[in-house]
């Protein structure tokens, strides 16, 4: 981890964002936010998908009870169809950073693209492994899909969301030929896409 790569003065509050769920197949995609306390220093924080499963849920309690602020933010199914994915995703992370109780100096955001802010605001391509608070933003969301994807396992059992999380693995695509798709699938995204166009033909 290299924080030293953006030098800031100690007072500084810096904002770390980042998402989970841009490429699955169902459920919403997911931001967070995180201004870290500079008094409390957290180890072992990471990308969160090098993290084992163990280790990002208890560095999840630890983040929300150590950091300065921290807030979470979603863009729906829906919303994901009517903007594009990449879109819903810049919603969800300015809601995470609307929903701070601490207003940032900055807003660091991992990859490429900025959500619309108030907030100076910087996009660091792979920051999740160079900036401490991108990377317990990349666990907060991480951890907070995870569940509600293991929600949607416990009222859609014949789809193992708690296992694939929505992703299109080999069981997802199995269970969507077998069971059909669900309203928490996205609809823009194939193989749900081209399933709504072939019934549209039949029918």
């Not at 100690?10 to 770390?16: K, Q, R």
């Not at 500079?38 to 499963?53: G, Q």
């Not at 992370?93 to 601490?102: E, F, K, S, T």
């Not at 969507?176 to 309203?183: I, N």
Request: glycine share 6%.
């Amino acid at each position: 981890m290299d924080d030293d790569l953006i030098q800031m003065p100690p007072d500084f509050l810096v904002a770390g964002v980042d998402e989970a769920g841009r490429g699955p197949l169902a459920g919403p995609v997911v931001a967070a936010a995180v201004i870290l306390d500079p008094l409390k220093y957290i180890d072992s924080l990471a990308d969160s998908k090098v993290l084992s499963e163990r280790k990002r849920d208890s560095l999840f309690e630890i983040i929300k009870a150590d950091a300065l602020s921290w807030s979470v933010g979603m863009a729906s199914v829906e919303e994901i169809d009517e903007l594009n994915i990449l879109q819903a995703t810049l919603l969800a992370m300015q809601r995470a950073v609307n929903g701070l109780a601490i207003v940032p100096d900055q807003v660091l955001v991992d990859g490429n693209c900025l959500p619309k802010l108030l907030i100076p605001a910087q996009a660091i391509i792979k920051g999740d492994s160079k900036v401490k608070a991108i990377s317990a933003a990349s666990i907060l969301a991480k951890v907070e899909r995870d569940k509600i994807m293991v929600d949607y396992y416990q009222q859609y059992p014949d789809y193992s969301f708690h296992r694939h999380k929505g992703y299109g693995t080999k069981q997802h695509l199995k269970e969507l030929e077998q069971f059909g798709f669900l309203s928490i699938h996205r609809k823009t995204f194939n193989p749900v896409r081209t399933m709504i166009l072939q019934q549209k033909l039949v029918g």
